[in-house]
């Protein structure tokens, strides 16, 4: 970033124009009006004595790193990093930690990570203890002696619960635990966790930053410059990096980030108050309903409840009959996109947790998460009526 766009990123704009105003938006050289895609794995040493800015693309490429200062300043850290995907993101930031490390994690966190957690870690000692999150006591209570960090996300998935980042960031302070939050599903647009402590932010940026489902990358940043180094040396050491094509179509994404969630999120409100007003839904999950538990704390952390609504249709053969029937959205893994995606908890990306576990955390066979996309909102309700009606 140059010096005169550093000023311009540091002189207090808000956050939408930050979204089109993040420093490297101009290229200083020809003035095009977007980063050039450097689509270089090395690069020449003019002068044996003064090495290039970046040397080699796993270390270093000009068009992810103006992707990692971009997502840096959005989510108002001191570093970022970008990785081939989410969960690419997520595996590398727990490499800081060692056998004989214990972590304390949420028990709803993304499939993904559970099976990172519980099947790769686990083989390297690296010890998990899951609690419920929305209860600030069961974290207390599992710490233990060799306990190093907390791993949240709030809102979880699909139940959409709130963690309160404040309580376990001053407690994981206390005991000099390092804090790492999965902002997914809010995006700095709604949440921005380093503000209420949180040392490590991560994102799968193949959901609302990318937000055209046609990216798969992972985000990360660091609150401070020694996290930052920390990061920064497991990201080149393991090789983990995005690609400066991929790099460049999520700044092309992000760049509506605001547009996009302020426009599915009001649609969102809309569905989730049609469905909480229907006899034949049973239960409905939305931050944004005045009776979700969890509320007050979400609207202390965040300026907005999401795109993301879950309900529970009554049973499985009705989830799956709805599924078949609706045409407008896509029906799919995934979530965050401009077009709508409705997925299936039971057969999709809970398939894999025993039936027993998956009920006690309210995934029921019935339940079904909408992720609302810019289509009309009366289109897509109309559409999710005939679904539900038909027989
Ligand atoms: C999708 C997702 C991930 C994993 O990201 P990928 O880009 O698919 O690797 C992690 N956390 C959450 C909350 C997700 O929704």
Redesign the pocket.
Known sequence: MSDANRKKTESGLKFETKLLHFGDEIDQTTGASSVPIYQASTFHHFDIFNPPQHDYSRSGNPTRQALEDYIALLEGGVRGFAYS??????SSVFMMFSAGDHIIVTEDV?G??YRLLTTILSRMQIETTFVDMTNIEEVKAALKPNTKAVYM?TPS?PTLKITDIAAVTSWSKEHELITIL?N??MTPYYQRPIEFGVDIV?H????FLGGHSDV???LAVARTDELGTQLKRLQNGLGTVLGAQESWLLMRGMKTLGARMAHSEQSTAKLAAWLKGRKDITAVYYPGLEDHPGREAHERQSTGYGAVVSFDVGSGDRAKAVLNRVKLPIVAV??GAVESILSYPTMMSHAAMPAEVRHERGITDGLLRFSVGLEDIDDLIADLEQALEAE
């Open positions: 995907s989410g969960m690419a993101a997520i993304y993904g990570t996300e998935n999965d997914t599903f991560v799968s940026a193949t959901k798969l990358a992972g995934s979530l």
